[in-house]
T-cell receptor, first 116, second 115 residues
Framework: GENVEQHPSTLSVQEGDSAVIKCTYS??????FPWYKQELGKRPQLIID?????GEKKDQRIAVTLNKTAKHFSLHITETQPEDSAVYFC???????????????FGQGTILTVHP | GAVVSQHPSWVICKSGTSVKIECRSL??????MFWYRQFPKQSLMLMAT?????????EQGVEKDKFLINHASLTLSTLTVTSAHPEDSSFYIC???????????FGPGTRLTVL
């Protein structure tokens, strides 16, 4: 099955700095890579995603890059704000069908703290 | 759009009792829903994939007789924790797959505490 590794486990930055979180995946058949933000005790919220036919995607201060050859993808947050503080999870989804189609394999999570 | 609800948001029960958690897609139909378990400060662990009208597919190590899943309609999946024990205490989160982009949106989660 798929295995996703996420680094770093914790990340502390000053407000206004950039933050980068990296993930690697094991199965080259994975074709969808979402990123979720989870605040304490709340649901994970989809913040950005990328599909395997695209190398980069940007949405305001958030961007994701994908390197299929190296099997890694990264989340970039620019001009960080204290409200960006949360746990961020990357995930990967295998392509193909079957009864478990669509299931995501999550990374271990990164606790991001943005200091004012 | 793509709103997923869960009920209850939290539940406290005695050891040995069964607890049912509901997951609903409010503004779309979901042929596939997923059930996750999350321990404090840990990642989401997929328990099972719930497909409308068919049996759920459980991940390795998840006891299907203990965690009963029913997906009887296109907007509702239920997870029943049978004969709950303190080690079953956790945060249970469902998600639903949204077409056509095939994104996945999560419910708010249910905090289960077994005394």
């Amino acid at each position: 099955g798929e295995n996703v590794e996420q680094h770093p486990s914790t990340l502390s930055v000053q407000e206004g700095d950039s933050a980068v979180i990296k993930c690697t995946y094991s199965d080259s058949a994975s074709n969808y890579f979402p990123w979720y933000k989870q605040e304490l005790g709340k649901r994970p919220q989809l913040i950005i995603d990328i599909r395997s036919n695209v190398g980069e995607k940007k949405d305001q201060r958030i961007a994701v890059t994908l390197n299929k050859t190296a099997k890694h993808f990264s989340l970039h947050i620019t001009e960080t704000q204290p409200e960006d503080s949360a746990v961020y999870f990357c995930a990967a989804r295998l392509g193909g069908g079957g009864t478990s189609y669509g299931k995501l394999t999550f990374g271990q999570g990164t606790i991001l703290t943005v200091h004012p | 759009g793509a709103v997923v609800s869960q009920h209850p948001s939290w539940v406290i029960c005695k050891s040995g009792t069964s607890v049912k958690i509901e997951c609903r897609s409010l503004d779309f139909q979901a042929t596939t829903m997923f059930w996750y378990r999350q321990f404090p400060k840990q990642s989401l662990m997929l328990m099972a994939t719930s497909n409308e009208g068919s049996k759920a597919t459980y991940e390795q190590g998840v006891e299907k007789d203990k965690f009963l899943i029913n997906h009887a309609s296109l907007t509702l999946s239920t997870l029943t924790v049978t004969s709950a024990h303190p080690e079953d205490s956790s945060f249970y989160i469902c998600s639903a797959r949204v077409q056509p982009r095939d994104e996945q949106f999560f419910g708010p989660g249910t905090r289960l505490t077994v005394l």
